[in-house]
């Protein structure tokens, strides 16, 4: 009896072990959002191509994409991620361009990993991938902290994104002198650079010294006023930088070192063609969402994304925390018509 009771026990102990493994066999569906027809089709096939570098350098078969089609349309991206919804998916990469995000907050049980950077107004099951505003100010913060940089005015153009580029200075925290806001029409840009710059207060303030040397009885005073003639302004600005916002959602710039590599080394070599940048933030966040499932113990949960973490990438660091994604980026200085990295 004991004997029979000892062999039931192991039997049933190997049975929970097949199931066990069977369970960790099981494929992990992902789905991929990306236009592959009409005019964005070519930055999405070639992410498609990026994805499968990625899931050929994992070389796991637990894992599986099912790419479908967007469109760039939004009710085309809420349509597709219904589909991959009914096939039980619950992580998605994509869509491409944020306007195609904006009917995606009715898929709640769905994780859906942007390619934007947008970092406001999106629906709250959305993370925005894409190097944001966020990501750039506190790279710049790093760099003014390091040159001691104290009376900084950020300029930023009057256009869609400006609330942005506001949040993302409250966010970063960096310490700035001002901030000031510009047209992007050329007439008025260049009246308000005037005003910033006390142009016109500095320009009489030369021609009252020119004047007052003109006066005066002073030696040499016909040489000092020769070269104060040749000066446009006298006197100093009350700045000593100025930082000026290129920057408009769904453009990203990402490490540009290593997307030379990644085009050079991978990406050419295997397709004979050159990857957009959207290729090589494709490429990262399969990677990223196979290490937060590695950490996970392959359970697919929605605290993946909200626990704090860090992943490397090709483009460089991606930082997880409370559904946000930013990047560690690098910094540049132009010299000889060269790129010199400063970090």
Same mark, same amino acid.
């Given at each position: ?33 990306? /236009?592959? !027809?009409?005019?964005?089709? *070519? +930055?999405?096939?070639? @992410?498609? #191509? $990026? ?105 930023? /153009?009057? !256009?869609?994104?400006?609330? *942005? +580029?506001?949040?993302? @200075?409250? #966010? $970063? ?171």
């Amino acid at each position: 009896m004991k004997t029979l009771i000892k062999f039931f026990a192991i039997l049933i102990l190997n049975l929970c072990l097949i199931y066990q493994n069977a369970l960790s066999l099981d494929k992990i569906k992902i789905g991929l959002i990306v /236009p592959l !027809t009409g005019e964005h089709s *070519e +930055i999405g096939n070639s @992410i498609i #191509k $990026s994805t499968r570098m990625a899931i050929n350098k994992i070389d796991d078969n637990r894992i599986e994409i099912i790419p479908k089609d967007t469109r760039s349309n939004p009710i085309d991206a809420l349509r597709v991620s219904k589909n991959l919804q009914e096939e039980g998916i619950k992580i998605i990469i994509g869509p491409v361009f944020n306007e195609s995000t904006k009917y995606l907050d009715e898929l709640k049980d769905i994780t859906f990993l942007s390619f934007t950077n947008k970092i406001i107004d999106n629906p709250s099951n959305v993370i925005s991938a894409g190097v944001n505003a966020i990501s750039q100010i506190n790279t710049i913060k790093k760099f003014s902290n390091d040159k001691n940089l104290k009376r900084s005015i950020f300029l930023i /153009p009057k !256009t869609d994104y400006k609330k *942005e +580029i506001e949040v993302a @200075i409250v #966010k $970063s925290n960096i310490k700035l002198k001002d901030v000031f806001f510009y047209d992007k029409e050329p007439t008025l840009l260049t009246k308000q650079i005037e005003e910033l710059t006390r142009y016109s207060q500095r320009k009489r303030k030369l021609k009252e010294e020119i004047k007052k040397l003109e006066n005066s009885s002073i030696q040499n005073k016909e040489k000092k006023i020769e070269k104060l003639k040749k000066k446009d302004t006298l006197g100093g600005i009350n700045f000593d930088s100025v930082l000026a916002v290129k920057y408009h959602p769904d453009k990203n710039k990402g490490n540009k070192a290593a997307e030379e590599k990644f085009k050079t080394n991978n990406f050419l070599n295997i397709y004979n063609s050159k990857p957009n940048q959207l290729s090589f933030l494709s490429y990262d966040l399969v990677g990223l969402v196979y290490f937060l499932l590695y950490q996970n113990k392959f359970k697919i949960s929605k605290k993946m994304f909200y626990k704090k973490n860090k992943f490397k990438g090709k483009i460089g660091i991606f930082e997880i925390n409370k559904n946000v994604i930013t990047h560690e980026l690098n910094f540049y200085s132009v010299e000889d018509n060269q790129f010199k990295k400063i970090f």
